[in-house]
């Protein structure tokens, strides 16, 4: 089963730092890009980070750039996303994705964790 | 860089068939077919409807369907059923400096 599971979620105070997992299963998680994306109290989905299959490449939003870095280890088939000097607008559920483009991103999601909640406030 | 351009919300009834546009500029919609679609149920995950414009994933039902005309997108949803009230949300890959990947603000599909 193809299986994508976030942890590490929780509240912290503006200015803390929270580390978010993402434990993949049922597919060569080597193989592809991987992102994180959130949605906010409310409100829409929002694109945060993506690393490709061998962590040559990394991007971020301008919303996360400097404070976020996103990694991941394929031996252990898991993606991370170490969160710095948070804000309280960086509230949201946070999900990783799978690109379905395997090594070839075609910024299209196929595989969804569920998501875990980082609520940023004093 | 602002959100692509979606109907805050949208609704027909059972049978019907419904459009949802998502509009966007030359550096994101207009200029590459990396534009997706995705169907949120409340505190479920996420799920692919469409990538690339107007392909379906495996096990989507082909009542769902995607095109591009310029800087606009489209989702048609045929034989509306209660199961497919939603919200949906567009997606494309976008030049911009800014952002890698530019989502919709969402439609709330209603089914009658």
């Known amino acids: 089963q193809l299986q994508l599971v976030e942890s590490g979620g929780g509240l912290v105070k503006p200015g803390g730092s929270l580390r978010l997992s993402c434990a993949a299963s049922g597919f060569t998680f080597s193989d592809y890009y991987i992102g994180w994306i959130r949605q906010a109290p409310g409100k829409g989905l929002e694109w945060v980070s993506h690393i490709s299959s061998r962590s040559f490449y990394t991007n971020y939003a301008d919303s996360v750039k400097g404070r976020f870095t996103i990694s991941r280890d394929n031996a252990k088939n898991s993606l991370y996303l170490q969160m710095n000097r948070l804000r309280a607008e960086d509230t949201a559920v946070y999900y990783c994705?799978?690109?379905?483009?395997?090594?070839?991103?075609?910024?299209?999601?196929?595989?969804w964790g569920q998501g875990t909640m980082v609520t940023v406030s004093s | 860089q602002s959100a692509l351009t979606q109907p805050a919300s949208v609704s027909g009834s059972p049978g019907q068939s419904i459009t949802i546009s998502c509009t966007g500029t030359s550096s994101d919609v207009g200029g590459y077919n990396y534009v997706s679609w995705y169907q949120l149920h409340p505190g479920k995950a996420p799920k692919l409807m469409i990538y690339d414009v107007s392909n379906r994933p495996s096990g989507v039902s082909n009542r769902f369907s995607g095109s591009k005309s310029g800087n606009t997108a489209s989702l048609t949803i045929s034989g509306l059923q209660a199961e497919d009230e939603a919200d949906y949300y567009c997606s494309s890959y976008s030049s911009s400096t800014t952002l890698d990947v530019i989502f919709g603000g969402g439609t709330r599909l209603t089914v009658l």
């Open positions: 994705a799978r690109d379905r483009g395997g090594n070839d991103p075609r910024r299209a999601f196929d595989i």
